[in-house]
């Protein structure tokens, strides 16, 4: 765990998130008494997808010891003058400030590495509303279609009556889906993001129960990867309207992509092994020598020992694909890099992992039979040296590696300029819904092999005990895995950024129930008739009663269906005084429409909007991008400079156009007479225009130093290029309105400090 912020003249200020404008870098705080220098997990920097190019410099052990008081929040060295400016009565803690650029890379507490590793623990509003809205949506009644079966005879047969076969007439209902829902955010942003993350997540728990389903109703314990493929292709065929839109190829590889997900525990914490429902294996060879011994270990706990370490390849994704499968495959996202392993000499731009790290490193193999060694009473330098004869006697061993090669266990490749490589067979983990699972009592690590009550965990020092599913923390997924209804579902955002073809194609496509949940903005607010709707979600508690009238309005439209409407309070003091007094939103006040003429801060954004488009009529060179708008590397003024002596002129039309469209009060108010608007406002330092200027300055030139440190270091400059290209070509009208200059037309999205 660590505490985020800024010192400030010596008091720890801490963020409310991790991105200051004004501050500078933010600082990293390790909460521990403790601290010993650490190895990194070589595992998480082949496994990363930050950066594939280079070897990548990664910082440890720089932590530098500090005392801060929770009472004052004053931090200091510790050292002897600590703690002598403090507050009256100091409490005081040791904390450790680690080194970083901003963010964190490497975790000081178990040496992992990834691309920003320290994250800020929130309460986000996203899975509680996926949750609220999954439920919402299975539990709405299901379109049913009225079948009557009845004999083929005419009904002026003489005979019509008789029931020859002993079949009588009878009615089928056959459920379809048809479900809809309307799920609304107040922000474009918020509704987009939320479509995305409610498809992933949703289809993840439906595969899950189809995966757990055909695992469990196949009664041999021989469940490999082609077995289940095809059980799972059979469910699909009596369940087609789970995949509508799918070729048969799409659903041979959608099968393919969910169980690999599962196979490689893409999903640790939350899939099906990270609950503990399901369980993967190897199965011994049957040429494993029954006569094995090697310190002081017999036969079948040396095969634990490297079925364990197996495992632990197997989550790092070093498995070979299905030949139906894309290695790119949507499903992966980012994390579709190729992993491979051998014995040793890793090499990050190629993924291959080595069985025994570099020197300087660690990794779980190693660091796991240390455990198992110093548990049997050897000291921690002996154990090292056992670990590193265990892998070298077993792993480094032709005869072990020919015996998995024939065994299937292992496939081989040859890489160009890296030999020969080995990546674990897929065919061969066995599937396992009746294995006792044990876990971890510190990290919850979850694993059906136990040597000694060891975690097999990097650095984890806690112990495996059976697992108790009724008392774990992830009963919560073991119920959705268990429980939730295979209803298909497709989700898709109806925001004002789509083109009206889109939407509208969209909003049909609902109306047919092709599309069954729309996360909208407020665009779905008046004038849109979705037709029968039972059921409207909302994702916030909106700004005004007229706006949830309108928004609940859209459910019980029709006679023949009810209202239900649910809404959800964030915590923020708007919702949570509504969610106290709930008919005050329900039943409050209704305003008439209106604009205020006489609000300065939009008046003012529209005088600099009018000032604008006369520089960009005058000169089309301001208009193009960012990098021109501000001259940046240009040698014509910047306009800023531009309006400077524009104004000096006093054109006639800014004055006449200033004039049109504002009201006397605000032309008093602005000094649009002596022209005091452009030095008092417009170019004020401390001003809009004035103040994003400069930020974008001092972005732009810290991106270039970056750019040149990784020259100089011979690392690949292509992703920091690619940020430079991307803020000097934003378009001027973006960067005008993003800063709040001139207006943006439509609904806010952008935070802005008080």
């Known amino acids: 765990e660590y505490i985020v912020g800024k010192i400030k003249n010596g008091i720890l200020d801490q963020s409310s998130g991790f991105f200051e404008n004004d501050e500078g870098r933010l600082e990293f705080f390790l909460l521990s008494d403790i601290f010993e220098d650490i ?123 008789l029931d020859i076969f002993g079949v009588q007439d009878e009615e089928i209902i056959e459920e379809e889906n048809g479900r809809k829902l309307l799920a609304f955010s107040d922000s474009r942003k918020e509704a987009a993001y939320f479509s995305t993350y409610m498809d ?44 509508v839109d799918d070729s048969d190829a799409d659903i041979d590889e959608k099968i393919a992509a969910y169980i690999m997900y599962e196979l490689m525990s893409y999903e640790q914490d939350i899939g099906l092994e990270g609950v503990g429902l399901v369980s993967f294996e190897i199965e011994k060879p049957d040429l494993w020598p029954s006569n094995l011994k090697l310190l ?8 634990e020992i490297v079925a364990q370490i197996l495992q632990g390849i197997r989550i790092h994704r070093a498995v070979d694909f299905p030949d139906e499968l894309r290695q790119n495959h949507p499903l992966f996202g980012k994390r579709n890099k190729e992993i491979s392993f051998r014995f040793s000499d890793s090499n990050t731009k190629s993924g291959i992992m080595s069985i025994s790290p570099k020197e300087k490193y660690n990794n779980m193999r190693m660091d796991y039979l240390m455990k198992i060694f110093q548990n049997k009473g050897y000291s921690r330098e002996d154990s090292r040296k056992n670990a590193t004869e265990f892998l070298e006697r077993i792993f480094n061993d032709m005869n072990f590696i020919k015996l998995l090669l024939a065994s299937k266990i292992y496939t081989s490749s040859h890489k160009k300029d890296e030999g020969t490589v080995y990546k674990l067979n897929h065919k061969k983990w066995i599937f396992r819904t009746d294995k006792k699972i044990y876990s971890c009592t510190k990290c919850g690590k979850k694993t059906s092999i136990n040597i000694d009550n060891i975690c097999p965990s990097y650095r984890c020092d806690g112990e495996l005990e059976e697992y108790d599913a009724e008392n774990s923390r992830q009963l919560y997924y073991i119920d959705i895995y268990n429980n939730i209804k295979k209803i298909p579902m497709k989700i898709k955002e109806h925001t004002a950024q789509l083109s009206s073809a889109h939407a509208s194609e969209i909003q049909t496509k609902f109306e047919k129930g092709e599309v069954n949940i729309l996360s909208c903005s407020t665009t779905f607010e008046m004038g849109v008739d979705v037709g029968s709707l039972e059921a409207v ?6 700004p005004e009663t007229a706006n949830y009238v309108q928004r609940a309005g859209r459910a019980g439209r029709r006679t023949a269906s ?86 000096s002129e ?34 004020n330092p401390d001003e809009n225009l004035i103040i994003a200027k400069n930020k974008w300055i001092e972005d732009i030139d810290e991106i270039n130093k970056i750019k040149e440190e990784n020259y100089r270091n011979g690392k690949s400059i292509e992703s920091i290029s690619r940020i430079l290209k991307t803020f000097l070509e934003k378009s001027s009208i973006d960067f005008l309105a993003t800063n709040n200059i001139i207006p943006r037309y439509g609904f806010p999205i952008d935070t802005v400090e008080l």
């Open 562 to 647: 009810t209202a239900y409407i649910l809404t959800y309070a964030k915590r923020r003091s708007h919702d949570l005084y509504y969610y106290q007094h709930p008919t005050k939103i329900i039943e409050g006040k209704i305003r008439a429409p209106y604009i205020e003429k006489n609000n300065d801060k939009i008046a003012f954004r529209h005088l600099c909007s009018v000032v604008m488009s006369w520089v960009f009529r005058q000169d089309e060179n301001y208009f193009k991008d960012v990098q021109s708008l501000l001259a940046y590397g240009e040698n014509y003024p910047s306009i800023d400079e531009k309006i400077r002596n524009m104004v």
């Open 200 to 243: 992933i997540r949703y289809n993840n728990y439906i595969w899950r129960k189809i995966i757990y389903d055909a695992i469990d109703s196949l009664e041999s314990k021989e469940v490999n990867y082609d077995r289940l493929h095809k059980k799972i292709y059979k469910d699909i065929e009596s369940q087609k309207n789970l995949f």
């Open 537 to 542: 979600f909302l994702r916030n508690i909106p």
């Open 39 to 161: 190895e990194l997990d070589e595992d998480t920097v082949i496994d990363d997808e930050s950066e594939s190019n280079d070897e990548k410099e990664v910082k440890i052990n720089d932590a530098e010891p500090y005392l801060l008081c929770t009472k004052c929040g004053r931090a200091e060295p510790d050292n002897k003058r600590a703690g002598k400016n403090c507050c009256s009565a100091p409490k005081f803690i040791k904390v450790y400030r680690v080194s970083g650029k901003g963010s964190v890379n490497t975790c000081y507490g178990c040496g992992s590495y990834s691309r920003s590793i320290v994250r800020k623990l929130v309460n986000a509003d996203a899975p509680t509303t996926e949750m609220l809205a999954r439920t919402l949506y299975q539990n709405i009644p299901a379109e049913k279609t009225h079948i009557h079966t009845s004999s083929e005879e005419k009904d002026d047969s003489l005979f019509s009556g």
């Open 650 to 683: 006093k054109p006639e039309t800014i004055m006449v156009s200033l004039k049109n469209i504002l009201n006397p009060g605000l032309q008093k108010l602005f000094g649009i007479e002596e022209w005091r608007w452009a030095e008092e406002k417009l170019l």
């Open 296 to 303: 002081g270990m017999g036969s079948d706990e040396i095969w």
